[in-house]
């Protein structure tokens, strides 16, 4: 696949051409927002959240990645899916490119996986390669926020996500949307000078950020802190989770009785269909219950 990288491309500036994972391409990220992390910004990346993310732009966490086994699996794969799609549309040639920056704001950042430019017309479009275990009913939000971005720093309005799930191929054409693409971007603004200023989002209930504000204190001095009201809210908090997961229990039993042998529990819904909400596995030698946690 070819470089396409002009130092100028529909207003956009070239920072450069970092390698992922390499020094520059952390530094690069560092100090900016990325497509990726626009999700993250918006509330809509069920892994982290826009507190874990500030703390990091912060410095007040590590902001380098662990690779798990699902990014080592993207990253092996990409090239080779985006030389299927182009097997699969001749009449486009596919080109890598480097990391962008917005002409209006410097930390607004972009490196899509791929350009393509049609041969006859000469019409560009961003591609954008996911994988997951599993196929998706809809394209994901955070992707859709991700993709976005890319068009509204780059001028380009095509886009297209293909997402590759275990032997199963989607390809789906992303909508451009200016409006959508304007208030991502002023909530990006917003998002960056609480960075800039050092004043925290507001706290959102998440493990992400649970987690993010754990790590930040690893040192333990033997004093008090006085907590005032939030310290009556830790402990009705921890009693009405208490009876959460007693209640969780009680109805686990039940269902794990009624099931006996069988692998799934249903239930019927209004409209006369059924569906499985919960699944027995084996686990530790013995068969446990799952809760199947999507929305009805």
Do not use: C
């Not at 009449?91 to 962008?100: A, I, K, Q, S, V």
């Not at 009705?236 to 007693?246: G, H, I, L, T, V």
């Amino acid at each position: 696949m070819e470089l396409y990288a002009p130092e100028i491309l529909n207003d956009a500036k070239l920072l450069g051409i970092y390698e992922s994972g390499s020094p520059e391409w952390h530094a690069a990220r560092t100090f900016s927002v990325g497509g990726s992390e626009v999700g993250t910004i918006l509330g809509l990346n069920p892994y982290e959240s826009a507190y874990a993310l500030w703390a990091k732009k912060t410095g007040k966490i590590p902001s380098q990645i662990k690779e798990n086994w699902a990014i080592r699996f993207g990253k092996a794969f990409e090239s080779p899916i985006l030389g299927l799609w182009e097997e699969e549309h001749p009449d486009w040639e596919l080109f890598e490119t480097g990391t962008y920056q917005d002409a209006e704001y410097d930390f607004m950042h972009v490196n899509p996986d791929a350009l393509a430019r049609h041969r006859e017309t000469g019409e560009w479009q961003i591609i954008e390669v996911k994988t997951a275990r599993q196929t998706w009913d809809v394209v994901p939000p955070a992707y859709i926020a991700q993709v976005l971005h890319y068009a509204g720093v780059l001028k380009i309005q095509r886009m297209s996500l293909v997402a590759v799930a275990g032997m199963t191929w989607n390809e789906y054409e992303i909508p451009f949307n200016q409006l959508q693409i304007d208030i991502q971007r002023e909530a990006i603004v917003r998002f960056w000078e609480s960075v800039i200023n050092d004043i925290k989002p507001d706290w959102d209930g998440s493990e992400s950020t649970y987690n993010a504000v754990r790590i930040q204190h690893p040192e333990i001095e033997p004093r008090e802190a006085f907590l005032g009201d939030i310290g009556f809210e830790l402990i009705d908090a921890q009693k009405d989770a208490d009876r959460a997961a007693q209640r969780l229990l009680y109805a686990k039993s039940q269902a794990l009785f009624k099931m006996g042998i069988a692998k799934w529990g249903t239930v019927r819904l209004d409209d006369g269909t059924t569906k499985r909400v919960a699944s027995r596995q084996i686990r530790g030698g013995s068969p446990v219950l799952i809760t199947n946690r999507k929305e009805m």
